[in-house]
């Protein structure tokens, strides 16, 4: 079947722009999470999802970013007035359950370059 | 706060020598851990979990709470466990996030 799919694969905006990351989950997934991949750097959360509301935003690094989920599937980020240090690879993954009981699966990625 | 270290960022071994992949954790309570895989132009995917007790693609992995270390181990590396290994921890029951590493690139040398 079908695997978490990420859209676009590849983003480049402008400094000051808004941009929206797209993230379908894996088919009976009701937990979603967005981690964020800078260089050099691990695998960093920003949001949980569990069906569509958000227990875990702690990752958030700021009030720019925000992050829904709709019929407990899709998801999308949002990251408005974009800054430079937003550049990185964005992952999305899915599981049947919580993190510490069931294995996360992970999106592509998308590579946002902010110029 | 939960916090995970790989020391190495690069790894080089020969092919048919061991393999050793190093993780440390800081936490408290009684952590999962696992180990996550990236092969190249593939998706991040579980490689095991602590809590499987189980050994795939010939990687081993155990829990020293004394050490608070979950390394990964392989007696005999292959060219195709060139790859990006990151360790992860969760904080078990009721917590549904997963700490990462900041990975170690293993290369085997053929």
């Known amino acids: 079947g079908a695997g978490v799919s990420q859209s676009p694969s590849n983003k480049v905006t402008e400094k000051g722009k808004d941009v929206e990351l797209r993230c379908d989950p894996i088919?009976?997934?009701?937990?979603l999470y967005w981690y964020r991949q800078s260089l050099g750097q691990g695998l960093e959360f920003l949001i949980y999802f569990q069906g569509n509301s958000a227990p875990d935003k702690s990752g958030l690094p700021s009030d720019r970013f925000s992050a829904e989920r709709t019929g407990g599937s899709v998801s999308t980020l949002t990251i408005q007035r974009t800054q430079q240090e937003d550049s990185a690879v964005y992952l999305c993954a899915s599981s049947l359950a919580a993190a510490y009981n069931s294995p996360l699966h992970f999106g592509n990625g998308t590579r946002l370059t902010v110029t | 706060a939960q916090r995970v270290t790989q020391p190495e960022k690069l790894l080089s071994v020969f092919k048919g020598a061991p393999v050793e992949l190093k993780c440390n954790y800081s936490?408290?309570?009684?952590?999962?851990l696992f180990w996550y895989v990236q092969y190249s132009r593939q998706r991040l995917q579980l490689l095991l979990r602590?809590?499987s007790r189980e050994s795939i693609k010939g990687f081993t992995a155990d829990l020293n709470k004394g050490e608070t270390s979950f390394h990964l181990k392989k007696p005999f590396a292959q060219e195709e466990d060139s790859a990006m290994y990151y360790c992860a921890l969760s904080r078990g029951f009721g917590n549904e996030k997963l700490t990462f590493g900041t990975g170690t690139r293993l290369t085997i040398i053929p």
């Open positions: 088919s009976g997934h009701t937990a």
């Open positions: 936490y408290s309570g009684s952590p999962e």
């Open positions: 602590h809590i």
